[in-house]
């Protein structure tokens, strides 16, 4: 069991540096061997308006943001006024003395004021505050001053020595002003003895195209995709990858499409508004047979929506991407080192079977900073580029395939994978189009359409699909199989329900277990009917108002589930969300909870 479980929440407005301290609170602790997770809900100007960020960590696994604030550091009245009123017994304020007034808390709360303007000496910095409550936090929980003042020099270093000397002290001046003044912690924060890493979803993502070879990434600036696009620009000439930004969506999908024909592994992300503007290329990869990944980083919807929270509410999105029946992969990874790691396995899984990608992830994966064991990434995976047929230096060798009239690039074959020659391979000419063709890539419909090869090549495509289906996890009940309760979720649920499970069985004594689902399409119908067919009673968790999973589980199986847990307020499920609402759903209250964020973020 862990020791210590310890959130931080970090209120102010856009401008006033929230970033910052959770970042250096994030080197710190994972520098410490703790786990952690940050969240920063923001909106979507860039200066005014609340944001607020919240960290968590733990010596045990962190799953989510958690149910609770151990410390509240309001740079702003208006943080004070939101967030007070959910500060429990045995919790700390910290807030600038002249400008924050605290109003009255529950008791057994700490109001910790800081001197501010007495404290930062003759630094003139209006972000003195920020580091103050760091340094002060961090005296209450008993980490000491020189992992502060490290990780302080280290982050502004870039900056020059007077600015880390000014920060790091009134960083000491505010820890000093802490150990004298404020009642520290029961606990002390420990070191494990074993660093962590820690990063977005974003960057794992990014990091995870750069170890599968990707060598050609595309976007269009849209949040909260932009991370990905940041970081391949930044590391695009170290590593030889081509980044291109260009006008548009539609622009963006057709490279990626030009980039992937040609051999060149290739890739791109964006945001539901514009994914919808990339759909009918995706069609046309499938036409073609051409493999490309394409990530969307869901944000609340529709139309622009709230662009800066999170939300499931694409999934029937990725199922329309494109119009008529084509083979295509979705899948949609569950946390931030899964991020990382699938996405090599999906660049296999397109290129072998010649078809199009889609990664789910939304705003809470991807601009997500979690810690985690560096072994636990795939930094050298396996690549396999499928059946691409090499040239072997005889272009007459029947072993080349080499004779234009031999190679049939959509030869009709029993598993539906057929030979692929790159363009500007020696001897094998082909014709590529998005109209229905024959097998050697020539359209059929020009003068009249022959129904028989239109069938033969449709279900030549859909074929690939079952072979596909062999070779993805099929997902696994996690707890006993006789459970009161079964918690179906997908994608990045998963973290937040394995935790309610945990808090169901030690705080109310209900047993519950959970099923999972990574790989949506192609869909392991059989495995999950042979869990769910035996299970009590079926909860499905989702951040969407119409239960998009919930839909298509039963149009895929036929199966209904007995009660839903749905959130759609741009917030991600918090435990005690999903707690509640299966308590008054085993009690017979309502099969259908609609849990909504507490305070306005």
Known sequence: MPKVDFAIGIGGEAGQGIATPGDILARIFARRGLSLQSYNAYQSIIRGGHTFLTIRTSDGPVRS??????VLIALNQDTMDRHLKLMKSGSVVLFDAEKVKPGTPEAGVQLCPMPVKTLQGASTSKLNMNTMGIAATLQLVGIEFAALENVLSHHFKRKGDAVVAENVNVAKAAYDHASTNFKAFSFKLPD???KLAFNTGNNLLAMGGAVAGCKFYVAYPMSPSTGILMWMAKHARQLGILVRQVED????????VGGAHSGCRSMCATSGGGFALMTEALGAAAMMEVPVVCINVMRAGPATGVPTKTEQGDLWQAFGSGQGDYPRIIVAPTNTVDAHNIIP?????TDKYQCPAIVLSDLLISENVASFDPAELNTSPKIDRGA????EGNPASPASGANDNAYLRYKITPDGISPRALPGTPGHLHVVSTDEHDEDGVLISDEYTNPHKRRAMHEKRMRK?????KQIEAPKLVGPANSQVTLVGWGSTEGVILETIEKLAAEEGI????LHIKWIVPFHTKEVMDILSKSKHVIIVENNYSGQFARFLKSETGFSAKGHIRKYDGEPFMPHHIVNSVKEQLAGKTNHSVPVHEVMV
Do not use: R
Not at 65 to 70: N, Q, R, S, V, Y
Not at 249 to 256: A, D, G, Q, R
Not at 465 to 469: A, Q, S, V
Not at 511 to 514: C, L, T
């Open 388 to 391: 691409i047929l090499p040239y």
């Open 345 to 349: 396995e999906v660049f296999n899984l």
């Open 249 to 256: 969506e539609i622009s963006v999908i057709n490279m990626v």
């Open 65 to 70: 943001m958690g149910d609770k604030l151990d």
């Open 511 to 514: 047993v519950a277990s959970q």
């Open 192 to 194: 494990t003895g074993k």
């Open 465 to 469: 699909m079952d072979l596909i289906l």
